[in-house]
């Protein structure tokens, strides 16, 4: 008798079990297809969205690292660390153009899901700031570190301090010199910037940006590339974004915050990166800027769904998940250059 009535008591509860498990099913799908709320199902396969097509080698050396089982972070710092050491990529790290005093300044940030951010600008000497920005989240009680402090703090970190002007930049800089004419060139023959992305095997999103900043600019300069909220911004809850482009425009509009913002609100990458390029737009179409304007976004949401946008023709960005490998996109634009 007492072995019939633990069986039946196993057969009740293991019932209740199934059915909560079946209710829980049931919840979850009313509530993707009510949208009753903002929350979106995290993506557990690995997604990489890289800006320009230095973001090609920056992917391929970042999935390699997760598949190794590195780190979100060390996956990311990894591949950016490949455009920032490569003299022939003209607008990251060693091999940059200078400034119009000839000098090679550098600006990165990094940011992890728990919203862990580390950052470095106007740095001198250190040929991979991503490095430093990662060692600044680690090690210091701080977001940002700047200039001399920074370089300061790389050499306490064990960084090696070196030339990073390349005969070929100071060729350039050198012939700049002759008219002294400050244009930025954004988009054509100065791919600025590499911006990464990333929703890792968990589900978590992290990200970075690392940059020597527009060319032949004044000593002191800072773009956006280093602010976390301008080039660089993700929630955990929601998805990411980062930008390319000039600067000044995407620090007045805290563009990648913003993109951000409007993916919580329920809108698309696309959507949200098309809605901040419009915004942009209409706070510079009257602006002394507007005529070598460009400013692009990516961004990707918890779903692992990723989209670019940009306000003129010609962005392009690098995208790596396990379906379709590793590859190039062209963003949708709001106009060409002709206009």
Partial sequence: MSDRRNFIKKAALGSIGISTIMSCGEVVEKNQDDNLDNSVKPNKKPVIISTWNHGLPANEETW??????????????SGMKIPEGDPKVRSVGYGGFPDREGKVTLDACIMDHNSNCGSVSFLQGIKHPISVA????????????????????????????????????EKDWKKWLEESKYKPVINMENHDTISMLMVDGEGN??????????????HGRVGDSPIIGAGLFLDNEVGAAAATGLGEAVIRTAGSAMVVELMRQGKSPYDACKEIVERI??????????????????????????AGYSLRSGFNYAICDEEKGNRMEDAQFKMSWDN
């Fill in 64 to 77: 390699k690292q997760l598949k190794k089982g590195n780190s979100p972070l060390d996956a990311i710092e």
């Fill in 281 to 306: 737009y209409n706070k510079h179409k009257n602006h002394k800027d507007m005529e070598y304007l460009q400013v692009g976004f990516i961004a990707i949401n918890k779903n692992g769904e990723h």
């Fill in 134 to 169: 990662k060692k600044v989240l680690q090690n210091t009680p701080h977001v940002m570190l700047s200039g001399k402090g920074a370089l300061q703090f790389a050499l306490s970190e064990g960084f090696v301090e070196e030339n990073l002007l390349t005969a070929e930049a």
């Fill in 205 to 218: 999103l992290s990200g970075g940006c690392t940059t020597s900043g527009a060319a032949w600019k004044m």
